[in-house]
T-cell receptor
């Protein structure tokens, strides 16, 4: 089925550093979504993108919908310990807008 | 509070003993879906439903059944569980998207299933 390639797989950063992660697809997406999952919980939607080139912020998080519509980026500025978790990108699969396909996630660790 | 509720949170069972994981949402969402999460494999879709009495297979449907008799409920049934179904399961729901756009799922807190 549809696959999303997310990188990096994991990151260890110092508190206060900026973080960048990305997601690529082999086909065009009309929606890009970014989720965060904390230990023991389900993923929570952070940012939704619907237009090529769109740049959207949510606090210290900024995500961009790539102009080719085959990629998306998530940046976290001035990281803090509570940013720890797994970040997933997601988008609608080939068979319509219902099934969401997820990347394998970027595991973020923040060292205080 | 708007939420997706799964039960149970934790379940240990034996091979072959039928089980049901319940899922309910109170947001009047049309779409519902089940995912399983395994280390190194991310979130993989098992089944999804676009509305009442409409269900379809996801990427890993083997060994699972679902039903959508009411809008709010979407139970996941394992008729004869096997150890390879040991996993973390998530139910999710969303409003119907417009055209090719998706609003994004709201997820439940997960069910950790162990089959011995």
């Amino acid at each position: 089925g549809q696959q999303l390639n997310q990188s990096p797989q994991s990151m260890f950063i110092q508190e206060g550093e900026d973080v960048s992660m990305n997601c690529t697809s082999s086909s065009i997406f009309n929606t890009w979504l970014w989720y965060k999952q904390e230990p023991g919980e389900g993923p929570v939607l952070l940012i939704a993108l619907y237009k090529a080139g769109e740049l959207t912020s949510n606090g210290r998080l900024t995500a961009q919908f790539g102009i080719t519509r085959k990629d998306s980026f998530l940046n976290i500025s001035a990281s803090i310990p509570s940013d720890v978790g797994i970040y997933f990108c997601a988008g609608p699969g080939n068979s319509g807008n219902t099934p969401l396909v997820f990347g394998k996630g970027t595991r973020l660790s923040v060292i205080a | 509070e708007a939420q997706v509720t799964q039960n149970p949170r934790y379940l240990i069972t034996v091979t072959g003993k039928k089980l049901t994981v319940t899922c309910s949402q109170n947001m009047n969402h049309e779409y519902m879906s089940w995912y399983r999460q395994d280390p190194g494999l991310g979130l993989r879709q098992i089944y999804y439903s676009m509305n009442v009495e409409v269900t379809d297979k996801g990427d890993v449907p083997e060994g699972y059944k679902v039903s959508r008799k009411e809008k709010r409920n979407f139970p996941l049934i394992l008729e004869s569980p096997s150890p390879n179904q040991t996993s973390l399961y998530f139910c999710a729901s969303s409003h119907k998207g417009q055209g090719a756009f998706h609003y994004g799922y709201t997820f439940g807190s997960g069910t950790r299933l162990t089959v011995v």
